[in-house]
């Protein structure tokens, strides 16, 4: 059997100008925020007052999500008082994408005048304290992927070669979705999240691992995205839902149906959460 070589697919700067140069064509407008709605976030989308609505297949050189509860558009519109540009639908490594390709969004988002990025995902959780259906702002993160989106010649318009890491996702947006949560009534953990390649679930010894090196909980997203943004001095707030509990001790099988739902449950909490933030946010 011949296995396929991993390589890398360098994202151009033409590229991403003819990327950029179509979605600007049909959205003039600067976006206040971007949003990533990854699982348990896709409800936000019907909230948002659309007015452009656009499919991946369409836009140049974006990829097309795989997955059957990522829709695979590019909403612009408002939500509440704020322009809003949104993935409905992101990439992932195990879906064949390079590193270049899943963080494609984020580029063309800076490049639309946006500097602050919404990201969600589910998650397993690795901390025996987290319960189905908690939200966890994400603190921090341990990148355990095969590559890095910043491999390769370094873009100098967007940042530095050398990126600084000490705080990827920002410290006043962390304290004031913990704010806004207490004020809504429901609990919400701070915690460290491992981005793993996936597409399978990990194992006992694998969970066991995870938990010894730092993790709170573990995923197949959002790290390739946050280092892209954080490499053009992009502020992130990211927040988990975690849809199955990973206690290597006591550990039973998962379906994905099983995560869809726990995830559809906690949907209305992370929604309201980010409806207020991006709105009493300044």
């Known amino acids: 059997m011949q296995f396929p070589s991993i390589s890398l697919n360098i994202m151009s700067t033409d590229q991403l100008q003819e990327t950029y140069r179509y979605i600007r064509e049909i959205i003039t407008e600067k976006p206040d925020v971007g949003i990533v709605l990854g699982t348990g976030l896709g409800g936000l989308a019907q909230h948002i007052e659309a007015v452009h609505e656009l499919s991946y297949a369409d836009i140049p050189h974006f990829p097309v999500s795989t997955i059957e509860t990522h829709h695979g558009k590019l909403i612009y519109g408002r939500l509440g008082n704020k322009k809003v540009l949104a993935m409905q639908g992101r990439f992932h ?7 270049q390709q899943i963080t494609l969004p984020v580029r063309i988002m800076k490049m639309m005048g946006i500097d602050t990025l919404y990201i969600s995902n589910a998650a397993g959780g690795i901390n025996t304290k987290y319960n189905k259906g908690d939200l966890v702002i994400i603190e921090d993160h341990i990148n355990l ?40 009534r429901f609990y919400i953990h701070k915690g460290v999240y491992a981005a793993v390649t996936g597409p399978n679930l990990e194992t006992k010894a694998e969970y066991r691992y995870l938990r010894t090196i730092g993790a709170d909980m573990v995923g197949m997203s959002t790290v390739p995205e946050v280092i892209v943004a954080r490499h053009m001095n992009m502020r992130v707030l990211a927040v988990s839902i975690i849809t199955d509990v990973c206690d290597p001790d006591h550990l039973e099988p998962v379906s994905v149906a099983e995560i869809i739902r726990i995830a559809g449950e906690a949907e209305p909490r992370l929604t309201r959460l980010f409806y207020r933030m991006i709105n009493e946010e300044g």
């Open 93 to 99: 490594c195990y879906e064949g994408y390079d590193m």
């Open 145 to 184: 992927q095969p590559t890095n989106p910043l491999t390769g010649p370094n873009m100098d318009e967007f940042g530095p070669r050398f990126p600084d890491m000490s705080e990827p996702y920002d410290p006043k947006l962390m304290h004031m979705a913990w704010h806004i949560a207490k004020e809504e």
